[in-house]
């Protein structure tokens, strides 16, 4: 099978900001193969604003609210691509994103560049443990599986987890290709609910890990991918 890159972006009430990351994938380098919209039980305009996008290759599926989790796994069953990449709809990407990821991933499994939070020119550029800012070969899900349904959150960095512990090989690039928007729906901002998703997740990845027989000190911290949660200035 040639190269074909499937885009998934999982929405909930998404449609003050669709549009600029619809936007962002139409003005890549090297537009993606298909765009898979997975509305997750939208109650705005979402649905209306991604019809006007109908030059982009893009698949529009509604779901009932179950969850940002079950929208990605929805979207990668529908997905063509031997190649996946995510896009969250309050989000864009940097114009060079997919195709010099593309290149990249010929090395490795998953590739992951650097962010900046989008709207500050003074903002410098980090590791986010975020989806948005990779792409991930197919053969990586096929081998380590899909999100965790038992995870509203961090089940992102639940699956990069397993992604190290599998032994897959993840290439960190140092040029910019996500562009992360703070706002007050961001679902990082409820730290009661995250930090207790994130301690069950690092759980299951321990629980794993002696299951397997792995000893800690054979997977080293995976520290790069820790957020900063430093506030804005």
């Not at 009932?64 to 929208?71: I, Q």
């Not at 070969?137 to 999100?147: D, K, L, N, P, T």
């Not at 409820?190 to 299951?211: A, G, I, P």
Request: hydrophobic share 40%; aromatic share 8%; charged share 25%.
């Amino acid at each position: 099978m040639s190269d074909f890159i499937s885009v998934i972006m999982p929405v909930y009430n998404g449609a003050a900001f669709i549009g600029a990351a619809l936007e962002s994938i139409a003005q890549q380098s090297q537009r993606p193969d298909e765009i898979i919209v997975v509305d997750d039980g939208s109650t705005d305009d979402t649905a209306a604003i991604v019809q006007n996008y109908d030059a982009l290759p893009i698949r529009y599926i509604y779901q009932e609210n179950a969850g940002a989790n079950h929208a990605r796994n929805r979207g990668l069953m529908a997905a063509r691509g031997n190649m996946i990449a995510f896009l969250d709809a309050d989000d864009t990407w940097t114009a060079e994103k997919t195709i010099m990821q593309r290149r990249l991933l010929g090395e490795a499994d998953v590739v992951i560049g650097h962010t900046r939070i989008l709207g500050q020119s003074d903002s410098l550029p980090f590791i986010l443990p975020s989806l948005c800012c990779a792409l991930m070969r197919r053969s990586a899900f096929e081998q380590v599986g899909i999100f965790d349904p038992d995870l509203q959150y961090s089940d992102d960095m639940d699956w990069y987890m397993r992604v190290r512990e599998a032994g897959l090989r993840i290439i960190l690039h140092h040029e910019v290709v996500l562009l992360h928007r703070r706002h007050e729906h961001n679902l990082t901002k409820n730290l009661q609910l995250r930090n207790s998703f994130q301690l069950k997740m690092l759980h299951k990845s321990l629980q794993r890990r002696r299951e397997n027989g792995q000893q800690e000190a054979n997977l080293a911290p995976f520290s790069e991918f820790i957020q900063d949660d430093r506030p804005s200035s």
